[in-house]
């Protein structure tokens, strides 16, 4: 379990965040960061604030202890990491006791001042960048809001694909039972993606394309796919009886019925490509891994 709680007894007249760097040995940012979370409590559960001074009794910190598993970067230099992650690794703990993510890797080698620069879908396989401190972060994000970045993905679909299709349908939150879902709306935030065919399994009806999201929504390329009749195959989520959605995220589907369903034992989408430059050197990855 990576989140663990730690008491720690008061000093007196210390500042809190000066107690957290010199006794519980947190980096001064990891220290503000969960001040602002509103993870430092004192003993009767009431939130400490930065510059707020201590006074008797115990302090509470709800703190990530990052394990391993071994999953090793594709590449790493000073200011980066790329992992090519596995379908099934959630990259980052949704409760308390989510067991292992990513970002036990993440924090457990490069420490707590990495963070992920942006996510992939639990079942989603393939490239996903890591800042391994706060300059290279900033800078990464700044990447990400001049739209220089560039992912490519590869899925597998539903029915055969002919020619490029660019969609440009806005995403919003589900109004159906399924909380977690999106869908396409008129009314939703601007989402564009590019998708390319690449090979054609008439036996099967199903055809490999190439998609590049213009924008960062969430479950964009799932969203815009099933939006033009072309599901993802093995996606358990989109265009499927919510019936068997809400088993599925409450774990009641057996592997053997989630694949007669979905057409695969997992989601068929693979972050291939990433491309950007970074202190004025161009970098291109390519995933060593496939789901073919």
Not at 177 to 195: P, R, Y
């Amino acid at each position: 379990m990576p989140y663990v709680l730690k008491r720690y007894d008061a000093i007196k007249g210390e500042k809190v965040e000066d107690f957290l760097v010199n006794v519980v040995h947190l980096s001064e940012t990891l220290a503000l960061s969960l001040l602002v979370k509103g993870k430092i409590v004192d003993d009767k559960k009431r939130r400490l604030q930065q510059g707020q001074t201590l006074k008797s009794g115990q302090v509470e910190v709800l703190v990530f202890e990052a394990i391993t598993k071994g999953l090793t970067p594709l590449f790493q230099c000073e200011h980066f990491a790329i992992f090519d992650k596995p379908s099934g690794l959630v990259v980052h703990p949704t409760t308390r006791s989510t067991e292992y993510t990513l970002l036990d890797e993440i924090r457990y080698q490069f420490g707590d001042d990495a963070s992920l620069v942006h996510r992939l879908d639990a079942e989603t396989s393939g490239l996903i960048l890591v800042s391994k401190n706060g300059y290279a972060q900033y800078l990464f994000k700044e990447l990400f809001a001049k739209k220089e970045f560039v992912k490519k993905y590869k899925a597998l679909v539903e029915g055969e694909v002919s020619k490029y299709i660019h969609i440009d349908k806005g995403i919003s939150p589900s109004e159906g039972l399924i909380k977690l879902k999106m869908q396409t709306s008129s009314e939703g935030k601007a989402s564009s993606t590019l998708i390319r065919p690449l090979t054609y399994n008439e036996e099967k009806n199903q055809t490999l394309v190439e998609a590049i999201p213009y924008t960062g929504r969430q479950h964009q390329i799932r969203v815009h796919l099933d939006a033009i009749a072309h599901r993802i195959v093995g996606d358990p989520i989109y265009g499927l009886d919510e019936d068997f959605v809400d088993d599925f995220l409450n774990h009641n589907i057996a592997p053997k019925k989630r694949s007669e369903v979905t057409g695969a034992s997992r989601l068929m989408l693979h972050a291939y490509y990433v491309e950007f430059t970074f202190l004025k050197n161009k970098y291109i990855f390519c995933s060593k891994q496939d789901f073919i």
